[in-house]
């Protein structure tokens, strides 16, 4: 399992390396796309909701969430990750935690519509 500074690293060509293996339809990535298809389309059922993502990663989906007006919010424990982000998303909410640690206090007093991970 990778850790922060694994993924640190591998943000980079984060994006690259899952589209990759999405078209290839190779582990891990395998049938990426319609995943997160399905998940933007439940998602946007309901006009403009607030949204929560644990473990955001490059914004693959959020971003996508964030452009359809979604109120964003996030943690990643990855440094890099969340400035990849939050580059595309700056009104978005972000924050660097570790999950396993808990949800840090400022996530905790939002109330969110839909949470994803």
């Not at 999405?22 to 059922?45: M, S, T």
């Not at 969340?82 to 972000?94: H, I, V, W």
Request: aromatic share 12%; proline share 4%.
């Amino acid at each position: 399992m990778l850790d922060e500074k694994g993924f640190d690293t591998w943000s980079k060509s984060y994006d690259a390396s899952v589209k990759q293996s999405d078209e290839n339809h190779q582990y891990p990535f395998a049938g990426y796309e319609k995943v997160l298809d399905a998940i933007k389309q439940e998602v946007l059922r309901k006009p403009k909701p607030t949204i929560l993502d644990i473990g955001f990663g490059t914004a693959v989906l959020t971003k996508q969430l964030y452009d359809h007006g979604c109120l964003v919010y996030g943690v990643d424990f990855s440094k890099r990750m969340l400035a990849f982000a939050q580059e595309k998303m700056p009104e978005a909410k972000l924050l660097q935690a570790d999950f396993t640690e808990g949800l840090p206090a400022m996530l905790k007093e939002q109330k969110y519509d839909i949470i994803i991970s």
